[in-house]
């Protein structure tokens, strides 16, 4: 940009001028990726003082489906012992029916956890505990942890998961589910690179008995001499997680930076996690979307937003998803995106709401222009009715799609017509 001005233009500070240009280029900041070091330092989570104190939770989806109609896994580990639980289940399964295996797994073995570690998934709201209360008969009052990037050790137990899957029913693919048990085993009686003992060891103060094991039942007083306390051996596993977790996070933070936001700041959301919401092309949605003001900082590496309620997504963000944004001075900022962001832009510029309703601003609907149906979800199964809105007093570059529960009720003619519209169309194009 500065080669090109320079052709035809000439000024002191051309140079500087041309880059705050291009910084606060509004389509720039949206559409092209972040360059640098990645925003966000690893933050550990604390290590556990007992087992089974804290558990996180995953599942393994995508799975084929298995003669017992089963896709999917849920996959429970104990932070402290590295221990693993597998209960196979459904893609579709409810937050009812993840307390059910959570209870049946853990709960029934090893007690109520603090803590339970687990992306925002639906299955871990408040129905959870709810279900998991009714089940113990008492009030569970925990709240699901979030952490955007945790040790990363559930993700490593779905690989190795996946690896011993593929060798024990490769041959049958559709009997997968049988082989949990076994899988199970064996990843419990391995030693574990992190703590250097096995699960099952840390968890009883013994190993497991195998069939070589009984074929070669000879007494050894002179070797069980040698063998360390329970309590000596739970030690060093604490303290070489300690050192792998210190030299995981070493290596982590090589190639990051610490980036943090004050409330009020205006940043970018990345799009990466958000393809659900596209209205348009996933392959022309822009990279960015926003801005949206910052509410507050959660920890040291994520970020709560204030984002419109038909967003239906968990306001929480890892710093390296957020982007500052640079308003140009004296421009109205539009949200120039295919994802609807609940009001008619953000342009500091533009008219107020004309009112508010539970903390929510309220904006008046200019005129309905058009209609459309579309799925969401993972299956597509979830069809919202949406409708085009000009809003008043904002110009035609910020309308958005909007769904049927956001307008009021002397709306609705407006919405029939539109609707009506846009099934004569549809009409005149099959004739």
Known sequence: LVELARRNFWW????????????????CQRSKPLSGKQAGLLQPLPIPVAPWESVSLDFVVGLPPSEGGNDAVLVMVDRLTKMVHLAPTTTSVTAEQTARLFFDNVVRLHGIPKSV??????????KFWASLGDLVNVRVNLSTAYHPQTDGQTERMNRTFGDMLRTYAGSNPRAWDTFLSAAEF??????????????????????????????????????????????????????????????TTEYYNRGKKETTFK???????????????????RKLLPRWVGPYPVKRMVGQAAAELVLPSNMRIHPTFHVSLLRPYRAAPDTS??????????????????????????????YSVERILDYHARRIGKKRKRLVHEYLVKWKGYSSDQNSWEPAQ??????????????????????DAAS
């Open 186 to 247: 064996a990843m419990n009686n391995a030693v574990n690179r992190s703590t250097g003992q096995s699960p099952f060891f840390l968890n009883y103060g013994f190993h497991p008995a195998i069939p070589l094991a009984r074929e070669l039942d000879v007494p050894a007083p002179a070797a069980k001499a040698f063998v360390r306390s329970y309590n000596d051996r739970m030690d060093e596993a604490k303290h070489l997680l300690e050192a792998a977790q210190q030299h």
């Open 333 to 362: 900022v539009t949200n120039g995106s295919n994802i609807s962001s609940g009001n008619p832009g953000t342009s500091p510029d533009g008219p107020p709401p004309v009112d508010w309703l539970n903390n929510e601003p309220l």
């Open 12 to 27: 002191s500070s051309l140079a500087q001028d041309a880059a705050r240009f291009v910084q606060q280029c509004d389509d």
């Open 117 to 126: 570690i687990s992306d925002r998934g639906p299955q871990f709201g408040g």
């Open 263 to 281: 409330p009020g700041d205006s940043v970018l959301l990345s799009t990466k996690n958000l393809r659900q919401l596209a209205t348009g092309p």
């Open 406 to 427: 956001n307008f009021t009720p002397d709306l609705i003619p407006d919405l029939e017509a539109a609707r009506a519209r846009a099934r004569g169309r549809c009409e």
